[in-house]
């Protein structure tokens, strides 16, 4: 089983649309947890950390459920600047700072 | 306030050839991580550095190697490159170790024939 699973997509949904992600992780351990986005031959860009308590910037709103070691991240009124590949992103206790990330989820956005 | 630097950009090597890959982090940030993204691939944790020291690494072979420097930049040493070593490889920075978010380089691609 890999450590970050995440639905590969494409997600191909129309501009203005809300879409959600959502990835799991298999270390109990883990202690940190990130999306990132990947736009194509580029280098990740952190879009946001996610906190037990769920967190929202702007139109991003990260959830966290560690009982069911489980990570979502939810876009609304979706833009063509959107499209990207979006990595979850986990870390294990704090001393262990290797990341390990998803395989990615590709979002592209329709006008 | 300058990101993560990496060089060269792109760089073509054959098979049996050794690499040296260089990254500086930003200004202020002791940590410093590479990855590697082969095509098709997720990322995967190679190296970890902090302070001079190595302090943890991935599942890659022994020559996979770097180390860093006084002033926190680091290299990538590849020796005896395989075609399989063919990929994009990503520096990342941090400010310091405990939970803090990792910036990432634009990365040197790394082409093995």
């Known amino acids: 089983r890999k450590e970050v699973e995440q639905d590969p997509g494409p997600f191909n949904v129309p501009e203005g649309a809300t879409v959600a992600f959502n990835c799991t992780y298999s270390?109990?351990?883990?202690?940190?947890f990130f999306w990132y986005r990947q736009d194509c031959r580029k280098e990740p860009k952190l879009l946001m950390s996610v906190y037990s308590s769920g967190n929202e910037d702007g139109r991003f709103t990260a959830q966290l459920n560690r009982a069911s070691q489980y990570i979502s991240l939810l876009i609304r009124d979706s833009k063509l600047s959107d499209s990207a590949t979006y990595l979850c992103v986990v870390k294990q206790n704090f001393g262990n700072e290797k990341l390990t990330f998803g395989t990615g989820t590709r979002l592209t956005i329709i006008p | 306030e300058a990101g993560v630097t990496q060089s060269p950009t792109h760089l073509i090597k054959t098979r049996g050839q050794q690499v040296t890959l260089r990254c500086s982090p930003i200004s202020g940030h002791t940590s410093v991580y590479w990855y590697q993204q082969a095509l098709g691939l997720g990322l995967q944790f190679l190296l970890w550095y902090d302070e001079g020291e190595e302090r943890n690494r991935g599942n890659f072979p022994p020559r996979f190697s770097g180390r860093q420097f006084p002033n926190y930049s680091s290299e990538l040493n590849v020796n005896a490159l395989e075609l399989e070593d063919s990929a994009l490889y990503l520096c990342a920075s941090s400010l310091v170790v405990g939970g803090y978010e990792q910036y990432f380089g634009p990365g040197t691609r790394l082409t093995v024939t």
């Open positions: 270390n109990s351990a883990s202690q940190s």
